[in-house]
């Protein structure tokens, strides 16, 4: 078969794949969820399995073993969380007066030194982007929800999830031995070592990014907690979930928690500690956490982490975000190796006869 058909054929097979996988987001959020269970916990089920115990054994106390952490964790928070909500349902008369009382006059002098021209356009500019901005989001939120629980509620993912992930860890080495054994023969080395270097990309980024987002949702929950801010539980715990995707988790834990901190306190030194806490946080994940856990070439850039997730979740929902990274990994390496292609090529050296 010539170059071009092979191309043609696998190209075909790419966009049914793609086409497929649209069509079903819908229905594949539990097992989106449970192969990245598996992926995650497999290297240590792979560990029991060499101390002596059997695959389904070693499966079987992993799963259950991440399960309890997952309860404990839930019932430890639960109870603290419903606590901060309450209150912030007691303070939120409160924080508006405050709001009223300290911005709106600093936006009247603002607004006197304008001339009304200038004022109204600002305001139609200010509605105009703010309803663009809301609108999206609210797009946005409205696929990622309803694309991946449309079929199947709550109580249905978490049955299947553990269902889906219990088999996989099992199997996982039979599968990925049949996988293998459906490689095209000629290029089998090839994949191979493309799919160990996405596994190695992936295993570096996944792994070590929850890692990081463990420790700074601690770090920042504790600190913001034992700095007297209220609901500085909540506030470091999502900002350190949404650590995951680069930056974003510390940009929305500074401003929630510093615009917090001014409605709360009256003592600049008192929101100055609150500042601090997020600029050593930041520093911290930036020249210690992300090169030690992480690592510095694992081949994610920050931008296309962001670029991937913002354009999974907008194509397939949910089931687009936890896909979004390992679809980066893959075309990330899949890139570098065409450029290698490339660099080795005639098309780039220039120096032999080159068939159009």
Known sequence: MSPAKQLRFWLIGLGLFVLALWMLSGMLLPFVAGLAIAYLLDPVVDRLERWGLPRWLATTTVLLSFVVVLVLFALLLLPLVQAQVAHLIEVLPHYATVLRERVLPMLDRLIHRLSPEDVERLRGAAGSYAGDVVGWVGRMLTRILSGGLALFDVLSVLFITPIVAFYLMRDWD??????????PRHHAETIREQAREVDSTLAGFVRG????C????????VALSAAGLDFGLVIGLVAGLLSFIPYVGSLFGFVSSTGLALLQFDELWRVGIVVGIFLFGQAVEGNVLTPKLVGEKVGLHAVWVIFALLAGGSLFGFVGVLLAVPVAAVIGVLTRFALRQYLASPYYRGNGTVEP
């Open 209 to 212: 990014q929850a890692l990081v």
């Open 214 to 221: 463990v420790v700074l949702g601690v770090f920042y929950a």
């Open 174 to 183: 039979v599968l990925v031995a049949t996988v293998d054994s459906w490689l």
